[in-house]
C-alpha cells in the first residue's frame, strides 16, 4: 500500500511540475548594461559636458536599478551626485526620459516617492524595446545641457545596443 501510494505521488508531481514549466520560465536572463558600456558612456558624457565648460556627476544604473558607475567631475558641485542618480532612478523607474515624465506630470501634484525627480537630464537606455538601464547627468546649467550629454554618452555604445 505505501509503494503504491508513493508510486501515485510521483506521478502527480511529474504532471504538476510539468505543467507549471510549460505555463513560466523558472529562470529569466534580462538584459542590462555591461560594465564596459556603463564606463564608456559616463567617461563620453563627463567629455561632452566638458566641452561645454561644465562639470557634472554622471550615474549609469542597470536595468535592476544598481549602480553600475558613477563619475563625478573634479569641479563638479556636491549636489550633482545625489541629482544625478536621482535622474538615473527616475528614468528607469518611470520607463522614460525625465523630461518626458516631467510633461506627463504636469497639472499634478509631485510623486510621493523617494528619489524621483522631475529634473531633464535623466535617459533610458534601450536595447530594441528592452530597457537595459538609465544614465542620469547633473552640474551643467540646464537639464537640456545635463540630457545632450547623457545622449553624447549612449550614442558611443549605440552599435552594441543593436546587437543581441
Known sequence: MLNRNLAASSVLLCVLGTAVSAQSQVLIAPRTISLDAAQKLAS???EACRKGGYNVTVVVLDASGRTR?????D???PHTIEN???KAYTSLTFRSNTIDFAKRQEGRPAPMLNNVTLGQGGVVIKAGNDIVGSVGVSGAPGGDKDQACAEAGIATIASG????
Open 75 to 77: 569641479k563638479a558641485g
Open 44 to 46: 563620453t558624457a563627463i
Open 84 to 86: 544625478a542618480n536621482r
Open 161 to 164: 545596443l543593436t546587437a543581441n
Open 69 to 73: 558607475v558613477q563619475l563625478h567631475d
